[in-house]
């Protein structure tokens, strides 16, 4: 039986996978799996997030002080 494209693209990124992993220990993959974290919410939405925060304290403040 013939494979598909698509499970040809699967064959080639899993045995890419698995070469970089050959003559490895199991302790030098987890490390590499340790500095691939990312942060679970975007920068942007930090951004705002931030900005909300801070724009709302301010204004507080300001309404505060001046009313």
Known sequence: MAQTPQQ????????????????KSE???????KRDLKSPISPIWLFLLAFVLIGGLFFEVLSRVFF
Request: proline share 0%.
């Open 8 to 23: 040809r693209r699967a064959n080639q990124k899993f045995a890419k996978d698995n070469e970089h992993r050959m003559g």
């Open 27 to 33: 302790d030098q993959l987890k490390k590499k799996e």
